[in-house]
């Protein structure tokens, strides 16, 4: 059964950074690209960060990038996505997807029910 869980949400103060982990059984992570997204109350879900299978190409949200970064840890079958001077705007419940098509403009969810596999999320809430 394929699984994705996310961990590693939780309040920080502006500026803060946090490590988010994405984790999967059932099939592996190495093999697929990945993306992060987060979705705010009452705003659309949105791509944050995403990575290929080969580490490149790679995604970053304008907002984000010099900030947040996307890592993955092959032996343990986990990605990361390390976020560093956490803004207020940066609150929202964070997904990790897999797999994803990731160009280095855009990152996207497979269309079709089950063709992209999503985890519950975790919240991240920065305030201060």
């Known amino acids: 059964q394929v699984q994705v869980v996310e961990s590693g949400g939780g309040l920080v103060q502006p500026g803060g950074s946090l490590r988010l982990s994405c984790s999967a059984s059932?099939?592996?992570?190495?093999?697929?690209?990945i993306g992060w997204f987060r979705e705010a109350p009452g705003k659309a879900r949105q791509a944050v960060s995403c990575?290929?299978?080969?580490?490149?190409?790679?995604y970053s949200l304008d907002s984000v990038k010099g900030r947040f970064t996307v890592s993955r840890d092959n032996a343990k079958n986990t990605v990361y996505l390390h976020m560093n001077n956490l803004k207020l705007e940066d609150t929202a419940l964070y997904y990790c997807?897999?797999?994803?098509?990731?160009?280095?403009?855009?990152?996207?969810?497979?269309?079709?029910?089950?063709?992209?596999?999503w985890g519950q999320g975790t919240q991240v809430t920065v305030s201060s």
């Open positions: 997807a897999v797999p994803v098509s990731v160009m280095d403009v855009m990152c996207v969810p497979y269309p079709g029910q089950g063709a992209t596999n």
């Open positions: 059932g099939f592996s992570l190495a093999s697929n690209a």
């Open positions: 990575i290929s299978s080969t580490g490149s190409p790679t």
